[in-house]
C-alpha cells in the first residue's frame, strides 16, 4: 500500500530564517506530488506540483520554491521566512490515468509557526 | 474559473442523525469530484471519489451523489457518531486540468453532540 511521511511535524523558526520541508512516497512510482498551504480558517492554496523529477511548476509567486530530487521525493524550502509563510503545508500525491481518474492522498502535514 | 462553494460553513447535530453535506461549483466540465475529512491538525483523509461518468459512491455509511448539470455534490453520512466530527471538504479536478490539480473547497466544521 501506498504511503506518504511528511517531515517535521512541526516547526517554529524566526523571520529571516531558512526553511526545508520534506515530503516521501512511498509505494507507487513516478507519482504527480503537489504542496498545499493551508492558513488558518482558509481553504487549501496550491503553491507547486511535480510531474516527475526536476519537474516543478509554481501556482502562486511567493517566497518559497519546490525541487523534486528524486521520484517519491518533494522538497519545499525558503532561503528568508516572512511572518505570513505561518500555517499548515500539506503534501499530497496522485497518479493520472489516461481516461481523467485520479485520487489525491494527503500527508499528515507540517505546522510551520513564524516568529 | 472553476469555483467550489460548501455551504453551511458549520454545522451541529446530534448523534444518531444524519448529516447531509453540501458541495457546489460553477463549471461543469470536471473529470471527477472527491470528498476528504480533516481532523484538528491533520491531513486531509480521502473519503470517496466520483468520476464525471457517475451518479453516486457509497462507502459504509457514507454516500456521495454528483450532479454535473446542476453543479452540486451532497455528501451523506447516516446515523451520525460523535467519531464524525471533523471538518469535510470536497474538490473537484476540472477538464481544463493535465496535471491532476483539484479546486478546493473551504470546508464544512462538523460537530456532532452525544
Known amino acids: 500500500s501506498q504511503t506518504i511521511h511528511q517531515w517535521p511535524a512541526t516547526l517554529v523558526q524566526p523571520v529571516g530564517s531558512p526553511l526545508s520541508l520534506e515530503c516521501t512516497v512511498e509505494?507507487?512510482?513516478?507519482?504527480?506530488l503537489y504542496w498545499y498551504r493551508q492558513a488558518a480558517g482558509r481553504g487549501l492554496q496550491l503553491l507547486f506540483y511535480?510531474?516527475?523529477?526536476?519537474?516543478i511548476s509554481s501556482e502562486v509567486p511567493q517566497n518559497l520554491s519546490a525541487s523534486r530530487p528524486q521520484d517519491r521525493q518533494f522538497i519545499l524550502s525558503s532561503k528568508k521566512l516572512l511572518l505570513s509563510d505561518s500555517g499548515f503545508y500539506l503534501c499530497?500525491?496522485?497518479?493520472?490515468?489516461?481516461?481523467?481518474?485520479?485520487?489525491?492522498?494527503f500527508g499528515p502535514g507540517t505546522r510551520l509557526t513564524v516568529l | 474559473k472553476q469555483e467550489v462553494t460548501q455551504i453551511p460553513a458549520a454545522l451541529s447535530v446530534p448523534e444518531g442523525e444524519n448529516l447531509v453535506l453540501n458541495c457546489s461549483f460553477t463549471?461543469?466540465?470536471?473529470?471527477?469530484l472527491q470528498w476528504f475529512r480533516q481532523d484538528p491538525g491533520k491531513g486531509l483523509t480521502s473519503l470517496l471519489l466520483?468520476?464525471?461518468?457517475?451518479r453516486e459512491q457509497t462507502s459504509g455509511r457514507l454516500n456521495a451523489s454528483l450532479d454535473k448539470s446542476s453543479g452540486r455534490s451532497t455528501l451523506y453520512i447516516a446515523a451520525s457518531q460523535p467519531g464524525d466530527s471533523a471538518t469535510y471538504l470536497c474538490?473537484?479536478?476540472?477538464?481544463?486540468?493535465?496535471?491532476?490539480?483539484?479546486?478546493f473547497g473551504a470546508g464544512t466544521q462538523v460537530v456532532v453532540t452525544p
Open positions: 499530497a500525491w496522485s497518479v493520472l490515468e489516461t481516461s481523467g481518474y485520479n485520487e489525491q492522498f
Open positions: 509505494g507507487t512510482s513516478n507519482p504527480n
Open positions: 511535480s510531474v516527475g523529477i526536476g519537474q
Open positions: 463549471d461543469s466540465a470536471i473529470y471527477n
Open positions: 466520483i468520476q464525471s461518468s457517475q
Open positions: 474538490a473537484v479536478r476540472p477538464t481544463t486540468d493535465s496535471w491532476g490539480k483539484f479546486q
